[in-house]
Each structure stands twice: as C-alpha cells, then as structure tokens.
C-alpha cells in the first residue's frame, strides 16, 4: 500500500512537500512516479524516480519548479513543489513500477491521492 500526504491549500509562489510512504513492502526495489489528477482532465505524470534514485524525470510543466527524490531506508519518496501555480491544483498520486514510464498501467500499486490546491 502506499500512503500520500503532504496535500494543502497554498497561495501562488508558495510550496508544499508532498511524501509517499510504503506500507506492506519496501520500495527500494520499485520506481515511483507522480501523477495528477484536475477536475475533468485526464490523469497525467508528473515526475518519477528510478529505484536507486539516479535517474530522475519531470513533464515540462514542472521542470525547474518541482523535485522528486528518495529515501529509501525510510521507505518514503517525496515530491518537493516550489513556485506553485494555480494550474497546478490536482490529486497528486504516486504510484510504483518497476521502471519509469509515462505509461500508467505499468504501475502496479497506487495511493489513495493528496489534494493541492493553489489558491490566493
């Protein structure tokens, strides 16, 4: 199981630390991609982190502004967002694969979501 938290209500330019914890297993055997879901739009990836936490990827919209990384002896990858924009409200989703892709269904376990919400 994976656990979101981290979600709020912040105002533009500011920044939240979204975390993704395991529980049941440990994730350093997986990749973990973030995703995002706004109302009535698709679910799309935003970022995502290999195993070992050397290789990194981000969608456009976020390059430069948000920062994925790992912890893995606490079984936790964050997705630190800075410079938020209204835009970038959603219910952010990790998610954990075996490799990254941008590719939904090859990940094999989900969280429930944390909702952002950027707002003044």
């Known amino acids: 199981q994976l656990v979101e938290s981290g979600g709020g209500l912040v105002q533009p330019g500011g920044s939240l630390r979204l975390s993704c914890a395991a529980s049941g297993f440990t994730l350093d055997r997986y990749a973990i991609g973030w995703f995002r879901q706004a109302p009535g739009k698709e679910r799309e990836g935003v970022s995502c982190i290999s195993s070992s936490g050397d290789s990194t990827e981000y969608t456009d919209s976020v390059k430069g502004r948000f920062t994925i990384s790992r912890d893995n002896a606490n079984n936790t990858v964050y997705l630190q967002m800075s410079s938020l924009k209204p835009e970038d409200g959603a219910v952010y989703y990790c998610?954990?694969?075996?490799?990254?892709?941008?590719?939904?269904?090859?990940?094999?376990?989900w969280g429930q979501g944390t909702q952002v919400t950027v707002s003044s």
């Open positions: 998610a954990a694969s075996f490799f990254c892709a941008n590719v939904q269904r090859v990940y094999h376990y």
